[in-house]
């Protein structure tokens, strides 16, 4: 997004968070580190030092020196006062939560700052999708990459793979001739995936879970488990039919139906489920992605930064682990992505069988 100088730009509540987020840890200098009920950990914070961040132009570094904010780049050396941060971070905090529209305009003042501090990327562009990184404690300290995730904005999800991530269900039980595939896809309601799959099975048709559809998502899955899959694959089939989409509901759900077989002392004493489920949130929140070869290696991603519905940031760190998992786990739901973009929720033929496909999306809850 590049600002430019005519009348007052417009950008979207998300790419606002991102710029109130880094404001509002300039101005605080500080960052508490959040509990798994998504609220501040008033024992636990972290001091910042200093805030690395890419611009149009190359790497910027913003040191907190005193009440002064020295910012240091290509051909920038200068130093602001904290206040004006935490001022133009009240503005933007302000015009976000009274906006109506996606779509925010620039509050009075707001772009005169960001000419003055030579910011003309809303969101920083980065090739390891961090959105910025901090220092704490001391400015020489290693580099902590952080993603922003607004419950004031749009969120992005944790999973979003779009068609990559569809699960396929083989059509099973009796064979259809083509009108029937035909009704079965003809089908048309506000819930149309889940009616689909209730008209499959009243024509005497069973789905059958068969297979990841795309080969590097499929290998990601056996990364977590190697029954991983279907796991996944009961969870979507459950939030589709009986309307659950919290991850902790469904992962409740599937300690009872228990689609691996497994043993019940795995289930009740180990809590086996949630342990997998935990594992894949962190290492989607830690950046995994369904179309991109995931071996388990750390990504420049270590952590969130959360803006709660009131403005204040929360930090979660794969150091704290628990913690992290926890927030992941009692915040996160299934989502129904788009079915005509995502390519799923109708029988298609492959080699003489039918198959339906099932889309994973993860995300944040607002609240």
């Known amino acids: 997004y590049y600002i430019s100088d005519k009348m007052a730009f417009e950008a979207t509540k998300k790419e606002w968070s991102e710029l109130y987020t880094f404001f509002r840890l300039l101005a605080t200098g500080v960052v508490h580190m959040g ?33 002064e904010v020295h910012v240091v780049g290509e051909e920038m050396d200068a130093r602001f006062p904290r206040e004006d941060f935490a001022t133009v971070a009240d503005l933007i905090l302000d015009a976000i939560k009274t906006s109506p529209d996606d779509e925010v305009a620039s509050p009075d003042g707001v772009e005169e700052f960001l000419d003055a501090v030579s910011i003309f990327d809303l969101e920083a562009k980065t090739e ?10 001391h400015a020489d300290a290693p580099l902590t990459g952080l993603v922003v995730r607004s419950r004031i904005g749009r969120m992005n999800p944790l999973l979003d793979g779009g068609r990559t991530a569809n699960l396929k269900f083989e059509q099973t039980g009796i064979k259809f001739a083509t009108p029937t595939v035909s009704k079965v896809n ?14 499959i099975d009243r024509l005497g048709g069973v789905l059958k879970y068969a297979d990841v559809a795309d080969k590097v998502f499929r290998c990601n899955l056996l990364m977590i488990d190697l029954h991983f899959p279907r796991l996944l694959a009961e969870m979507l089939r459950v939030m589709q039919l009986d309307g659950i989409t919290r991850v902790s509901e469904l992962t409740e759900a599937m300690n009872s139906i228990n689609p ?62 628990a913690v992290f998992e926890d927030f992941l786990y009692l915040n996160t739901r299934f989502e129904k992505g788009a079915v005509e973009k995502d390519k799923y929720g109708f029988l298609e033929r492959e080699n003489g069988v039918y198959y339906f496909k099932l889309n994973a999306k993860i995300g944040l809850v607002k609240r």
């Open 128 to 137: 390891d999708r961090t959105d910025f990184s901090i220092a704490f404690w």
């Open 260 to 321: 691996l077989k497994i043993k019940e002392e795995l289930i009740t004493k180990h809590h086996y489920y949630e342990f997998k489920m935990k594992q894949f949130l962190l290492a989607l929140a830690l950046g995994m992605r369904p179309a991109k070869i995931y071996n388990g290696t750390d990504s420049a991603v270590e952590g969130m930064l959360l803006v709660s519905g009131n403005g204040e940031v929360l930090c979660y760190h794969k150091s704290d682990k």
């Open 35 to 67: 509990t798994p009920q998504g609220k501040k950990d008033d024992e636990k914070k972290l001091s910042i030092a200093m805030i690395q961040r890419e611009e149009h132009n190359g790497t910027r570094r913003y040191y907190l020196e005193g009440e």
């Open 186 to 199: 003809a089908l048309e309601s506000a819930n149309e995936v889940a009616d689909r799959m209730m008209l």
